[in-house]
């Protein structure tokens, strides 16, 4: 029963040494200190023959001195069991080291000859770098001076950097390195330029710089074959300046063509116009080239203008088609000088305009007048209602009648050189298209403006928006007394004389134009007259007194 009991001591460590080393390892049996079966073989004692991982262990050298690892000794049996020997470890597992011996092969198989070449390479292309010499002699720095204040023209509105030039000499066919450093290194970042020198001996570089001080150094190279400098620089020499951005003097004020001062601009629904507003075409005078900005402000200092400043164009007339909304606004534009790209160069001009103008869109028809025509005349046959500052006074009271859009006002603004506010008057268009409104105008010529408006639907929020309006159209008038006629027909809307209708009173029959029952207009002259002829009466009257008088007392003293 205790006859194998050694062979299955060694077959343990065996399997041990499989499954930690991961190496196929053979237990010499001449090492076990009990005798040996020799009907077990060297195979019996594996327990995994799969081949793949099977390492072989090369033999060891002659001479050579491998360290055996002694086993432990195992503790003696008690009784009749036979001993069990732990087998001497096999040398192949002292040399297990050796199976890494490929890798400190590696070295020498994957030796990189090819790449020695490529290694070597750029050894010899920096050789002729390092080979560079260092010119001796120091470049020429011509412009900006040491001391100098450089001034550049400002561009855009917020960007205070311009170009700065830099010249000078050197020798022929090396290279200058230009460095320039804010003064304060807080103000900027350092500036670089590379600048070949010509066969000239001159070279040049332009750098974009803030308005600040910088301190300028310069170095001459040899030029590489990619034009880059190469090898050691030459002595430097550095030179401070002043680099001032401001901008050019401010150019002249444009003249404004239009809107003219007061003018009344009533786009069309054709033109575009909706009750909200139109367009309205603004000209201006002003530098070619040069950038205008336009604005228009209304009661409440809201101000409005185009999205972006206009050039003027080589003409020197920019005109501007502007949608302005409906109201009264004031009109002013300024112009300012700008380089190619556009960004302002120098100071703005003094603002021009300040002018006043009304934008009416003109989107419902114009309305017309029928009891008049331009150019009539009408008779003061009543008079205006009793008020206690000025009382009674005549007047036309006989009604202006015409046509408009139904459910549209009427607006009618009397105007009389001779006074000095208008006389406003408003009328109802009746669904038939009428309407009618007694003036009560007092003597002398009067101008009539009519235009009809149409208010909006009030939204739910209670805005009721703008109303919509009607161009408008101008009546010329004279108002007379009864009896009288004017001196001459006023003039018309194109400026010549243009007699309308005469309208003497109720009842009264029209006559021609320009006389009422023969008389003249009635100017206020009649009453001087009668006075005169009073006057003059009395005067003979008394002169007829004075000459009786005389004769009286010439007969008494006389005895007769």
């Given at each position: 029963?205790?006859?194998h ?15 930690v080393?991961?190496?196929l ?7 076990a200190?009990?005798?040996?079966d020799a009907?077990v ?9 799969t081949?793949a ?5 090369p ?7 491998v360290?055996v690892a002694?086993a ?8 009749d069991?036979?001993a069990?020997?732990e087998?001497?470890?096999d040398?192949?597992?002292a040399v297990?080291?050796?199976?890494d011996?490929p890798a400190?092969?590696d070295p ?7 790449d020695?070449p490529t290694?070597?390479?750029p ?7 390092a ?7 120091a470049?020429v ?19 205070f950097r ?18 320039i450093?804010?003064?304060?290194a ?9 600048a070949?020198?010509g066969?000239?001996g ?5 750098v974009e710089l ?8 310069v170095?001459?190279?040899a030029r590489?074959v990619?034009?880059?400098?190469v ?5 430097e020499?550095?030179a401070?300046f002043?680099h001032v951005?401001a ?5 002249a004020?444009?003249t ?7 003018g ?7 033109s575009?116009?909706t009750?909200l507003?139109?367009?309205?075409t603004i000209?201006v005078r002003g530098?070619p080239g040069a950038?205008?900005?336009m604005?228009?402000?209304d009661a409440?200092?809201?101000?409005r203008?185009?999205s ?8 020197g007339?920019l005109?501007?088609?502007?949608t ?7 009109f ?10 556009g ?6 001009s ?10 009416r ?9 029928t009891?008049?025509a331009?150019g009539g005349v009408l008779?003061?046959?009543?008079q ?6 000025f009382g009674?006074?005549p007047?036309v009271?006989?009604?202006?009648v015409?046509t ?6 009427i607006?009618i ?5 001779a006074?000095?506010?208008?006389n406003?008057l408003?009328?109802d268009?009746?669904a038939?298209?009428t309407?009618r409104?007694?003036p009560y105008?007092e003597p002398g010529?009067?101008v ?9 639907t009030t939204s ?13 159209i ?5 108002v007379v007394l009864?009896?009288a006629r ?6 018309s809307?194109?400026?010549t ?5 005469v309208?003497?009173?109720?009842g009264?029959?029209p006559?021609?134009?320009?006389t ?8 206020g ?5 009668q ?6 009466l009395?005067?003979?009257?008394g002169?007829?007194?004075?000459v ?5 007392r010439?007969?008494?003293g006389s005895?007769?």
């Open positions: 029963m205790h006859t009991t050694w062979q299955k001591a060694a077959a343990i460590p065996t399997t041990l040494a499989l499954a080393g991961g190496v390892l053979v237990v010499p049996t001449a090492t200190a009990a005798p040996v009907s073989t060297e195979e019996a004692l594996v327990t995994d023959q081949p991982p099977v390492v072989e262990v033999a060891e050298a002659p001479g050579e001195d360290p002694e432990p000794v195992a503790p003696e049996p008690a009784g069991e036979t069990v020997v087998p001497v470890a040398e192949s597992a297990e080291p050796v199976a011996e400190a092969v020498v198989a994957v030796e990189p000859v090819a020695q290694a070597v390479e050894v010899a292309a920096d050789e002729p770098t080979a560079a010499a260092a010119i001796p002699t470049p720095l011509t412009s900006p001076a040491s001391g100098s204040v450089v001034r550049s023209a400002a561009r855009g509105e917020t960007d311009a170009p700065v030039t830099f010249t000078g000499t050197g020798q022929p066919g090396a290279v200058v390195k230009v460095r450093d804010p003064v304060r807080a103000s900027s970042s350092t500036r670089y330029a590379v070949p020198v066969a000239d001159g070279w040049t570089a332009t803030g308005d600040i001080e910088w301190i300028t150094t170095r001459q190279y590489g990619d034009g880059q400098p090898g050691d620089p030459s002595p020499v550095r401070p002043q951005v901008y050019q003097a401010a150019p004020s444009v404004i063509v239009s809107p003219t001062a007061g009344l601009y009533e786009p069309t629904s054709a575009g116009a009750r507003g139109g367009p309205v000209v530098i950038k205008v900005e604005s228009w402000r409440t200092g809201s101000q203008g185009p972006g400043d206009i050039t003027v164009p080589a003409s007339v005109t501007h088609v502007a302005i909304p409906t109201g009264e606004w004031r002013s534009a300024r112009q300012y000088l700008a380089d190619d790209t960004r302002r160069i120098s100071s703005r003094v603002v021009s305009g300040g002018r006043d103008f009304t934008v869109p003109a989107t419902l028809p114009v309305p017309t007048v009891s008049v331009d008779v003061a046959a009543g205006y209602p009793q008020d206690a500052v009674p006074r007047a009271t006989e009604e202006l015409g408009g859009t139904p459910g549209a006002t607006e603004v009397a105007t009389d050189p006074r000095e506010f208008p406003r408003l009328a268009v009746a038939d298209g309407w409104v007694v105008l010529e009067q009539l403006t009519v235009r009809q408006v149409q208010s909006p739910p929020s209670g805005f009721s928006g703008v109303n919509a309006g009607s161009a408008t101008t009546v010329r008038l004279s009864p009896g004017p001196e001459a027909a006023p003039a809307l194109d400026g004389s243009r007699p309308g209708s309208v003497v009173g109720p009264a029959t006559q021609a134009p320009g009422v029952d023969g008389s003249l207009a009635y100017t002259a009649e009453t001087a007259e006075a005169g002829l009073l006057g003059a009395m005067v003979a009257l002169l007829g007194a004075v009786v008088s005389r004769r009286r010439a007969r008494r005895g007769i």
